[in-house]
């Protein structure tokens, strides 16, 4: 990583954008639209280690491979004006109270674009009665809501969960985001790849299949474009957020089901039953589209060969690399007709990137071929 600098941050994203270019020339690509982030005050999420040194704690990260070496935090430029503001007194509170500081070795923020935030403190040691009280003084001095976690232990004090408020074509929409969940760190670039895949969705029509949903980030965005949603997420707790959030949307044409890219894959070629989709007709889904969000590992090739069926393919990537492998396999059969780069971690090498494949047409199969 390297300094947090706005001075160089439109330098860092031409960089980034350039390698992505590089990457990706063995491939028919579309002009790429390029997606920048706020140079400071960007991050909703940050995680500190806690450096405890002669009786005192600090916030500290650890540089990639040197383990042993904390680098005491100040402050963090990257985080939103929430965490800026919540850090300092945070660290005072707990220096002031051996109960709060004993064996405590992180602590990781969760806050919103409008200012709510989630605190969680971990421990190597039980939490008891006594640290539940001095917690919730804290709670009640910084007004806001925290979490101590230890093994097998979480005492909660508030809630667990933040509402985030995202703007997307002049509607807002309410997400649940967990302690937990996994959800995107940087909002306002999380509006623009919402924003991004909705308008180039407009017109596919039919039905929506979505695999790794997650709390429904895209599916509640993607929703209006379609006849019916089938959403597929494996972790329970994005499950239950997701749940939450379509209600919370009013948006009554999604079925979510608890089933891995795998299963679902395995659903749909009929290769064995699932008890979670007892419930479900899937033979009744007219899919034209399918949407893909996958971790930084990419889609095995079953889900690969799956993909070819649809008439049309969203892609959102976190990796580069497999993102590229994945649209060379499946170029024999789609055509890239919209791609972009999102930039979700400046200062970092990390860019996200979207592509919008569109299936060919018999004798355009024969020529990529």
């Not at 074509?169 to 790849?193: H, I, L, W």
């Not at 949603?229 to 707790?237: G, R």
């Not at 989709?277 to 399918?290: A, G």
Request: hydrophobic letters at 40%.
């Amino acid at each position: 990583m390297t300094a947090i600098d706005p001075a160089t941050y439109d330098q860092q994203l031409q960089e980034k954008v350039a390698d992505l270019e590089t990457r990706f020339q063995g491939l028919e690509l579309p002009p790429l639209d390029t997606y920048a982030s706020a140079p400071l005050n960007y991050r909703m999420r940050a995680e500190f280690k806690i450096w405890q040194q002669d009786g005192r704690a600090d916030y500290a990260m650890y540089r990639q491979g040197e383990h042993r070496k904390a680098y005491i935090i100040e402050s963090f430029p990257a985080g939103s004006s929430t965490i800026a503001a919540l850090m300092p007194p945070l660290l005072e509170q707990i220096n002031q109270c051996d109960i709060l500081r004993q064996r405590l070795f992180s602590v990781e923020f969760l806050t919103t674009l409008s200012g709510e935030a989630v605190i969680t403190l971990l421990y190597h040691r039980p939490l008891d009665e006594v640290w539940e009280e001095r917690a919730k003084a804290v709670a009640a001095h910084m007004n806001t809501d925290i979490i101590g976690r230890s093994r097998k232990q979480k005492v909660v004090i508030g809630r667990d969960y933040v509402i985030e408020k995202l703007e997307v074509d002049g509607r807002t929409y309410s997400y649940q985001q967990k302690e937990t969940g996994f959800t995107q760190p940087n909002a306002r670039v999380n509006e623009k790849m919402l924003d991004w895949a909705r308008q180039h969705s407009t017109n596919f029509g039919g039905d929506l299949l979505e695999l790794y949903c997650g709390n429904g980030n895209f599916t509640a965005v993607l929703a209006q474009n379609f006849q019916r949603v089938l959403a597929t997420e494996i972790a329970k707790i994005s499950v239950h957020s997701a749940i939450y959030n379509f209600e919370a949307n009013k948006i009554d044409n999604i079925e979510i089901v608890r089933l891995s890219s795998e299963e679902i894959t395995q659903a749909l070629n009929e290769v064995r039953p699932f008890r979670r989709l007892r419930h479900i007709d899937l033979k009744s889904y007219q899919f034209s589209t399918v949407f893909v969000d996958p971790p930084r590992a990419g889609l095995d090739d079953d889900t690969v060969e799956l993909l070819r069926r649809f008439d049309n393919i969203i892609y959102i990537s976190c990796n580069p690399e497999t993102l590229h492998a994945n649209l060379l396999a499946l170029d024999s059969s789609h055509s890239i007709e919209h791609f972009a780069a999102f930039d979700q971690f400046p200062y970092t090498h990390h860019l996200e990137a979207g592509a919008v494949l569109k299936k060919r047409l018999p004798h355009e199969s024969n020529q990529a071929e």
